[in-house]
């Protein structure tokens, strides 16, 4: 009887603890590849923008350096083998984004009052 006792609750703590999954707690190692695949994500979206690897760091200083830099030399070498041209970033200009020109704003230069 005790046996039986011990067994019901040893399988009962196993089912609530592999439970643990739904509630959505990470462990150690979820939380470093997740890390990883953000810093390769922006190492590769660094090299797609045409931005060297130096400012890379500099902009995203919290990333891992050795992942960035993994993401930004796969992107590299899938740029040379596909002939992927890259997209660089609009210079800022003297005029913010969200103005529009005189011509294009309703109404235009045209109209006088």
Same mark, same amino acid.
């Given at each position: 009887?005790?046996?039986?006792?011990?067994?019901?609750?040893?399988?009962?703590?196993?089912?609530?603890?592999?439970?643990?999954?739904?509630?959505?707690?990470?462990?150690?190692?979820?939380?470093?590849?997740?890390?990883? /695949?953000?810093?390769?994500?922006? @190492?590769? %979206?660094?090299?797609? #923008?045409?931005?060297?690897?130096? &400012?890379?760091? =500099?902009?995203?200083?919290?990333?891992?350096?050795?992942?960035?830099?993994?993401?930004?030399?796969?992107?590299?070498?899938?740029?040379?083998?596909?002939?992927?041209?890259?997209?660089?970033?609009?210079? /800022?200009?003297?005029?913010?984004? @969200?103005? %529009?020109?005189?011509? #294009?704003?309703?109404?235009?230069? &045209?109209?006088? =009052?």
């Amino acid at each position: 009887m005790r046996r039986t006792a011990i067994t019901l609750c040893l399988l009962a703590s196993v089912s609530l603890l592999s439970g643990c999954e739904a509630l959505g707690i990470e462990t150690a190692t979820q939380i470093n590849a997740k890390k990883e /695949a953000e810093g390769k994500a922006i @190492g590769s %979206a660094c090299r797609h #923008a045409v931005r060297s690897i130096e &400012s890379c760091f =500099s902009a995203y200083p919290r990333a891992g350096k050795a992942a960035v830099f993994a993401g930004w030399r796969e992107m590299d070498q899938y740029m040379r083998e596909n002939s992927v041209v890259g997209m660089p970033n609009e210079p /800022a200009g003297d005029a913010s984004p @969200g103005a %529009a020109p005189e011509s #294009a704003k309703p109404g235009g230069a &045209s109209q006088k =009052s």
